[in-house]
């Protein structure tokens, strides 16, 4: 399996102590069958029976279909698992001496809970034998109070002066990576991540693999301190 590999991932895994909070509970199971292909499929899932446990479950249900290739057309996960293993045997079949497993990989994290937001990192891999396997990571905010995924707006009370502030420690990482500035954004102004979320320090940016560089850089990820960040936030 495939984990949260990268080194800020991995210091993610902590339940914040900030607030006294009741929160959700988690279980952590996956698909409990073998295919033809490479598929590991483990996720968390909110073990109470509440409405809002239910909401949860249902969206990271869907953001793991999401996360399949040619998931289009299929109405569940072990559908759309399903016709990955069945197009892996029919290449197989066509070319018969490529011995290559096709790989999917999809593992969740619970990494931070509080109050006010809960943030899951939903990490998935992919090779069907090219030059190189696809990996990505999504981090999804919920609101514990009725289950549903925050947008990047509603986390902040100021998007723009947040920027700024992002912009800086980008800038900051880059050089302490030994990294030149302008290999980055192709050529535009510097945006924000599409996936923002938190942990016990603060606010986590994390760029995957082409989202501003060359899959040669990798990913691109950094942590701004919550008491820098706190200002900007409607929420944490």
């Excluded at 809002?52 to 249900?61: D, R, T």
């Excluded at 289950?147 to 420690?169: H, I, P, R, V, W």
Aim: proline share 3%.
């Amino acid at each position: 399996m495939k984990k949260l590999s990268l080194y800020i991932l991995a210091c993610l895994l902590v339940i914040s102590c900030k607030k006294e909070v009741k929160p959700q509970t988690f279980e952590t199971g996956g698909i409990d069958r073998s295919f033809d292909a490479d598929i590991e499929v483990s996720y968390d899932t909110a073990n109470n029976k509440s409405d809002v446990a239910k909401k949860i479950n249902a969206i990271v249900q869907s953001e793991i279909l999401k996360s399949i290739p040619n998931h289009e057309d299929k109405n569940s996960v072990n559908e759309a698992l399903e016709a990955f293993n069945a197009e892996y045997i029919e290449f197989s079949k066509q070319f018969e001496e490529n011995k290559q497993k096709w790989t999917l990989a999809i593992e969740t994290e619970v990494i931070y809970q509080a109050n006010e937001v809960i943030t899951m990192g939903l990490s998935v891999y992919t090779d069907t034998g090219g030059a190189h396997g696809n990996d990505s990571i999504e981090l999804l905010n919920f609101n514990p109070s009725n289950g549903e995924l925050y947008s990047q707006n509603e986390l902040f009370s100021d998007l723009n002066e947040f920027k700024k502030l992002a912009e800086t420690y980008f800038k900051d990482h880059v050089k302490n990576e030994g990294k030149n500035i302008s290999e980055f954004f192709f050529g535009k102004p510097f945006q924000l991540p599409e996936n923002i979320g938190f942990n016990d320090e603060g606010v986590i940016l994390l760029y995957n693999t082409y989202e501003i560089a060359s899959y040669n850089q990798g990913y691109t990820e950094f942590v701004i301190p919550i008491e820098k960040a706190e200002e900007f936030l409607e929420v944490y």
